[in-house]
């Protein structure tokens, strides 16, 4: 769940970011805390891809939000290969990481349908 390079939800790269200090304090060893830090570094560089991706019209909303749709569906897979496993701590993280983005798709398509209305409302 660590790899980030085609993770498109900024909300998941955020939440993943903020985990990492954290992360780093439980760290077992030296290499466990540098792989945090590269993690850390990757997160950052995703997330100035992505949004340079969203600023440049390479990546529209639409595509955009289709993306964050299918790793909501990639999430709920792992979150249950991880529960049939015994692994509760990654079917909680997964499940963490499904509701930041639901909570993401829908400020999105609420400010696109009031953005739709305040356009309808200029129209004579």
């Given at each position: 769940m660590d790899i980030m390079d085609t993770t498109v939800s900024n909300a998941v790269l955020e939440l993943e970011?903020?985990?990492i200090p954290a992360r780093m304090r439980d760290a077992s060893d030296a290499k466990a805390a540098s792989e945090l830090e590269d993690l850390?570094?990757?997160i950052k560089l995703r997330m100035s891809v992505v949004a340079a991706q969203?600023?440049?019209g390479v990546m529209?909303?639409?595509d955009y939000m289709a993306g964050v749709e299918?790793?909501?569906a990639l999430n709920k897979d792992w979150a249950l290969a991880a529960k049939r496993l015994g692994r509760r701590d990654l079917a909680a993280r997964a499940l963490r990481r499904i509701k930041a983005m639901q909570a993401e798709?829908?400020?999105m398509r609420?400010?696109?349908d009031a953005d739709g209305e305040a356009d309808?409302?200029?129209e004579p």
């Open positions: 970011l903020l985990q850390a570094s990757a969203v600023g440049a529209t909303i639409q299918k790793e909501v798709l829908d400020e609420q400010a696109m309808g409302d200029e």
